[in-house]
């Protein structure tokens, strides 16, 4: 029996009109769960600590293979409406493009993968289950998102053997990239602490500022490696210095700085925080002050060997656009650093450097290309 196939367009519009801004559901997952029970998905919501979550599975718990999807339906603030071209959640289509919050990050992927599983269960029922996790809460803590879905996936009892996540991925064209890891992540927050005083009289004060200014100093310019096989070299940028001083003639007692980690497979978390702890312990020493210091941790590196899975998804992205993507480990974190610990995963998604913008969109095309290879990579892992 044909069915009608699902537009990924019209879904990709259906959802950007649902305002799901971190962490406001908007109907998105609503609207998903309608179309996947429909097509035979056991759908379950997940949801936890005020944020929605959907897990769709179809076919039967633990029989044969089961292929994963992840992604979300949340979507960053729409910054100055006054300043879109088309309302934010218009879902307008001019030309070939579709504007709207999330277009790009990420309901299109979401779309695409969810009407590629649709037209393939229908069609050629697999031997297996395939399985869609969709959060609600990756813009924002991502602690009760995709960790909560794979939480319940273990208590559960539910299982993926390979993910395919859904974050745009291509720098320039539709293809160009996938990504098979990502770098770490760290924040640490320093307090120096001195002693205020009247700064015609430093000598009875102990300034804090010059303690910063070497700490910084010493973290920016350190060189943590030269990269690896698969990642670029490990960075640290200050991003702020924060004293709140509004006096000209007066000495400070504290200041602040953060700074940000993106790392490597070479380190860990704890390694870095050790090294950062350190190098605090010593500029105290030096200078007289307390430097008091924090840190939290977004992720860990990781990698997914290129193999089968990888190998997967590259010869069906070659397939459906002529391009060979290249394997990627760059760009900030994404919730494949969960999925990880459950499976292989790699991510594969549209081309991503209008997300987050005003007039956020995405070419009409692409999310049809995008449809056509996740359907080609769940006929290709099944056949």
Known sequence: MSHTPVDP????????????????????????????????????????????????????????????????????????????????????????????????????????????????????????????????????????????????????????????????????????????????????????????????YPHKALNPMPAVTLLGHRLATHTLDQGTDHFDPSTLAITTIDTGNPANNVIPARTKMTVNLRFNDLHSGDSLTEWLRAEADKVASETGTLIEMSSKLSGESFLTPPGDLSALVAKAVTAETGLTPEMSTTGGTSDARFVKNHCPVVEFGLVGHRMHEVDERVRVSDIHALKAVYARVLNDYFA
């Open 9 to 200: 367009v019209a879904l990709t519009a259906d959802l950007v009109r649902c305002n799901s801004v971190t962490p406001r559901e908007g109907g998105a997952l609503v609207l998903l769960e309608k179309l996947l029970s429909d097509a035979g998905f056991d759908c379950t919501r997940v949801d936890r600590g005020g944020i929605a979550n959907l897990y769709a599975r179809w076919g039967t718990r633990g029989n044969g293979k089961a292929f994963g999807f992840n992604g979300h339906t949340d979507v960053v603030p729409v910054g100055d409406e006054a300043a879109w071209t088309f309302p934010p959640f218009g879902a307008v289509i001019d030309g070939d493009w579709l504007y709207g919050r999330g277009a790009t990050d990420m309901k299109s992927g979401v779309a695409a993968f969810a009407a590629a599983a649709v037209d393939f269960v229908r069609d050629t029922p697999p031997d297996g289950a395939v399985i869609l996790a969709i959060t609600g809460d990756e813009e924002g803590e991502s602690t009760d998102g995709t960790i909560a879905l794979l939480d319940w996936m273990a208590e559960a009892g539910e299982r993926m053997d390979a993910c395919i996540v859904g974050e745009p991925t291509c720098p320039e064209r539709m293809g160009d990239m996938m990504k098979i890891g990502r770098r770490g992540a760290l924040t640490a927050f320093f307090e120096v602490i001195g002693k205020q005083g009247h700064s015609a």
